[in-house]
């Protein structure tokens, strides 16, 4: 408002994003969150260089989009509980972990709606992973949809070689 001189409304600020297909209320009013964005770019980068800190405000997002996404295979390695496992359990789950991740990646989902940390950890470290087990520990929906790819994944990871299994992680 105060750089474009125009107000969005914020009805649909707590809808549910994740949703699909976004309802057309939410496109336009994503629509509408991004019209105004370059004008207001542009506004802003004068006011900062009249003030003498546009060289201020580069430096801190230089420092904020240093962010850089995580290699699917390692992301196992930020999985909370993932300390608790051996090596081949660890083998197991970077396998399910970096499966996930590119999952989630490509149907644009959160990690936790494919499925969730926890139970993948409570999957890698059953001695016998099978159709019941991934029935027992995974929640109905993902074990139905992603049940056959997880065990086929265990199946690769217990397949490895001594020396291809990662190396223990330390406890927290």
């Known amino acids: ?19 699909r297909p976004l309802r057309d209320e939410q496109l336009r009013y994503a629509v509408e969150d991004v019209v105004h964005l370059l004008p207001l770019y542009r506004a802003q980068r004068e006011e900062l260089t009249r003030l003498g ?14 962010f850089s996404l995580v290699d699917p ?3 196992y390695r ?5 300390w608790r496992c051996d ?3 660890l083998a197991r789950l970077r396998r399910v972990c970096a499966w996930r991740e590119r999952y989630a990646r490509e149907m644009d989902l959160p990690r936790g709606h494919v499925v969730k940390d926890d139970q993948l950890v ?10 019941e087990a991934v029935v027992r520990t995974i929640e109905p929906f993902a ?5 056959k790819e997880l ?3 265990i199946e690769q990871a217990d397949a490895l070689p001594e020396d291809a299994l990662p190396g223990a992680l330390d406890a927290p």
Do not use: M
């Open 143 to 147: 074990a139905r949809r992603h049940g």
């Open 73 to 75: 295979d390692e992301c």
């Open 1 to 19: 408002k105060r750089y474009a001189g125009v107000e969005i409304g914020k009805h649909e600020t707590r809808s549910d994003w994740l949703a």
């Open 122 to 131: 409570e999957l890698v470290l059953q001695r016998k992973v099978d159709r």
């Open 87 to 89: 090596r081949r359990e």
């Open 78 to 82: 930020n999985v909370r509980k993932a």
């Open 151 to 153: 065990l086929a994944l």
């Open 53 to 66: 800190r546009l060289p201020w405000f580069e430096e801190e997002i230089e420092h904020r989009i240093g």
